[in-house]
């Protein structure tokens, strides 16, 4: 597989965003100075598009993040993913501000719980950078960071629910908020004998993997077994920055799952997924669910045909090794997470079925 390299802007993007080259790896001075208006960045970049989003959706961009962007493309896969588009304030009747009911799915404050042996805990609402297509854009204003106090809460609340043997830490970036506060949920929810697996949902790795310290691994270290799971949608997210963030993560001895959106002009075609598939496993990240853009409010303008996954996931099993297929996933408000399968199977008796792949048509017995 090729080297991973940084695009061949990115030194010379650095030069127009920052004269303070000496901090640019520290994550505090990264999220010390962050965007949070595309007006800061008019003479940076060609085409912004209307500020009238910022009233409704809030924007927010790290520096690093900034510098992987090619700034005389307005169609950047990068830069549609995080800068406002007028097509957000585009009403349509399926989509909704909270689809599946979130908000109303919380039998304690910041536990969110939809399936019977799993929760998700709501760690904070801030992120490093904010995704156009996010599910809980609902959740994104008046920042807060979960308490002490509630962290508390939530671990009695877990004590008493038997049957919940998984928690999902998520946000909002679980990674943003402060060690001391992330080492005392996972000491206290570590605790808990009935629970045997913790999940930590973070999009650092793609917005801000130098927050990825050796006191974060430290921290790490403590507590298994600890799923990390990623959040890369293209290839050109990842960097050898991530590759030494994921690298200091293994060696913390944690796993590593990966989930993605297919998204409209961004990486909705065979050759861009299988190289972000392939990269995924080349870093040891399994590649785990490719999601149907949520029915968020605002996300139209990403959103693809159910056919188009199915043959970008036809054309990767045919094409590529078995570690790199994720599940093709639809959330179903009300039902949940539904995969969703190409049609191999063309016909059926008694003695054989008959398979379609690509263009033959191959037979199979059965017992």
């Known amino acids: 597989?090729?080297?991973?390299?940084?695009?061949?802007?990115?030194?010379?993007?650095?030069?127009?965003?920052?004269?303070?080259?000496?901090?640019?790896?520290?994550?505090?001075?990264?999220?010390?100075?962050?965007?949070?208006?595309?007006?800061?960045?008019?003479?940076?970049l060609k085409d912004i598009d209307s500020i009238e989003v910022e009233k409704k959706y809030n924007f927010l961009i790290t520096p690093?993040?900034?510098?992987?962007?090619?700034?005389?493309?307005?169609?950047?896969?990068?830069?549609?993913?995080?800068f406002p588009n007028i097509s957000e304030l585009e009403i349509d009747s399926n989509l909704k501000e909270d689809p599946f009911l979130e908000k109303s799915s919380m039998p304690v404050k910041n536990v969110i719980k939809k399936y019977p042996d799993r929760v998700v805990i709501i760690m904070t609402n801030r992120c490093a950078s904010f995704c156009r297509?996010?599910?809980?854009?609902?959740?994104?204003?008046?920042?807060?960071?979960?308490?002490?106090?509630?962290?508390?809460?939530?671990?009695?609340?877990?004590?008493?629910?038997?049957?919940?043997?998984?928690?999902?830490?998520?946000?909002?970036?679980?990674?943003?908020?402060?060690?001391?506060?992330?080492?005392?949920?996972?000491?206290?929810?570590?605790?808990?004998?009935?629970?045997?697996?913790?999940?930590?949902?973070?999009?650092?790795?793609?917005?801000?993997p130098q927050i990825v310290d050796k006191e974060m691994t430290n921290l790490l270290k403590r507590y298994k077994p600890i799923w990390i799971i990623t959040h890369f949608n293209h290839p050109s997210e990842i960097t050898p920055l991530t590759e030494e963030a994921v690298e200091k993560l293994l060696d913390a001895g944690v796993a590593f799952a990966n989930q993605s959106v297919l998204l409209k002009g961004i990486n909705d075609n065979v050759e861009t997924m299988k190289l972000l598939l392939n990269r995924l496993?080349?870093?040891?990240?399994?590649?785990?669910?490719?999601?149907q853009c949520d029915l968020i409010s605002g996300t139209k303008h990403f959103r693809t045909k159910i056919e188009d996954g199915l043959?970008?996931?036809?054309?990767?099993?045919?094409?590529?090794?078995?570690?790199?297929?994720?599940?093709?996933?639809?959330?179903?408000?009300?039902?949940?997470?539904?995969?969703?399968?190409?049609?191999?199977?063309?016909?059926?008796?008694?003695?054989?079925?008959?398979?379609?792949?690509?263009?033959?048509?191959?037979?199979?017995?059965?017992?």
């Open 1 to 44: 597989m090729k080297k991973l390299e940084f695009p061949e802007y990115y030194y010379s993007n650095i030069k127009q965003i920052s004269q303070d080259h000496k901090k640019w790896n520290d994550y505090k001075w990264q999220l010390k100075n962050s965007y949070t208006s595309v007006l800061q960045l008019k003479n940076i």
């Open 64 to 82: 690093y993040f900034l510098s992987l962007i090619d700034f005389d493309n307005p169609s950047d896969p990068l830069r549609r993913q995080v």
């Open 133 to 208: 297509y996010c599910t809980r854009k609902w959740n994104w204003q008046d920042p807060f960071t979960i308490s002490f106090k509630e962290i508390d809460e939530i671990h009695r609340y877990l004590e008493k629910e038997k049957n919940i043997r998984e928690i999902i830490l998520s946000g909002g970036d679980p990674f943003i908020i402060s060690k001391r506060i992330l080492g005392y949920a996972l000491e206290k929810f570590s605790k808990i004998k009935h629970l045997e697996v913790i999940r930590i949902a973070t999009r650092t790795l793609s917005f801000l």
């Open 281 to 291: 496993e080349y870093l040891r990240i399994k590649p785990y669910y490719l999601f």
């Open 311 to 367: 043959n970008i996931l036809k054309k990767l099993i045919n094409s590529t090794g078995g570690l790199c297929i994720p599940h093709f996933i639809v959330d179903v408000p009300g039902a949940g997470k539904i995969p969703i399968l190409p049609e191999y199977i063309i016909e059926k008796n008694d003695k054989e079925i008959f398979i379609k792949i690509e263009d033959r048509i191959v037979s199979y017995p059965l017992v």
